[in-house]
């Protein structure tokens, strides 16, 4: 089988979870014996077009420039050209494609032309809907293309994968598709690479955080309004009434920072809550391991790689029951989940945490079992293939896929 896989986001230029889900799944799946070429086409913001060889993956990094002005609907769509006429050399030099994947609408117009031109089966995974992240309300006009774009892609698709039931659920409502085409793959984690940290004397890099004998909550992720950081600052007073030892650090960035900053100082917890802003991969690890609880309070989650890091690093956590991060974390069997959007609920799940250690530190070896055993990449891999495979066999047949990955 040869690929053609598409995406917005590939290292260096990752922001969220579509460029880490891609950095892991591209070199798996071109390591398959069924795959005899992967070809990943990607935007190459600021620099040069170049082709990178590893072994069986060809990464194609195609010149694109930044957006000049605010339109990003006609910025994405000129970069769709640019991505499109790569693809369209990559066929001539390599040979046509079995299967087209395509990562979000942002890549979504290259994929439906290029499969509509040249007769090639299109898979695209849904990472997140816009009609989603802002449950259900369509403000302004880019929210509304991007939305007609997303429904476009999806039933243009012959397959879709999405990594959760709840973002199945929410495509098959939204794009009115029917469920037998939507496949449920779950993000993975690569957890060997906190295997040495679990050995390691961290203790120093911990206080640099909290003392020995505080209490360290460690959330990491996009300081926006779906990611509920707010509601872990308002949090904090209720967790520090009952442990006094806790200690709060916020790693990275976004446009709520200021605000929480404010809240912060206004809630009198500037020696209790910290926002450290970015860290680096080595230091964001480091934490997740040091941690004695990891909290992520999201109002939408298509996933939550975050959670699934967190499990991998063995330490207790406490999500949100809300979208895909109820498929990582199971109540009461690899952490906590609370209600959404509820700061009371939010408080209550860090307690239960910190309050039973012993009890949470059983949940968290169950969890580190399930990640390296349960989201292995080269499991995703295989799964992904199979559902590839699935749907050029319903091309060729000219039938509906109908796929057979777990609902």
Known sequence: MRLLMLSWEYPPHVVGGLGQHVRELAPELAALERVSQLHLVVPHFEGQDALERHDKLYVHRVAAPLPQNGDFYGYVYGINQLLL????AVADDFGRPDLVHAHDWLVGFAAQTFCAGHEVPLLVTIHATERGRWRGHLGDHLQQSIDCAERKLAQSAHGIVVCSRAMAHEVVEFFDVPGTKV??????????????????DLSEFRRRYA????????????????????????AAPL?????????????????????????????????????????????RDRLYVAADCCVFPSRYEPFGMVALESMAAGTPVVVANVGGLGTAVVHEETGVTVYPDNVESLAWGILHTLQDREAAQERAEVALFAARHCFAWSHIAERTQQVMAEVVAAALSNAPAVLSAPR
């Open 85 to 88: 006429r790569r693809m369209q």
């Open 183 to 200: 496949a449920v793959i779950p993000n993975g984690v690569r957890a060997e690479r906190f295997a040495a940290l679990l050995e390691e």
């Open 211 to 234: 003392a020995p004998d505080e209490l360290l909550v460690f959330y990491i992720g996009r300081l926006v309004y779906e990611k509920g950081a707010d509601l872990l600052v308002e």
């Open 239 to 283: 967790v520090l009434a009952k442990v006094p030892q806790a200690r709060f650090v916020l790693a990275g960035a976004g446009p709520l920072r200021e605000r929480l900053e404010r809240r912060v100082a206004e809630l009198g917890l500037g020696d209790r809550v910290r926002l450290i802003g970015f860290v680096s991969d080595a230091d």
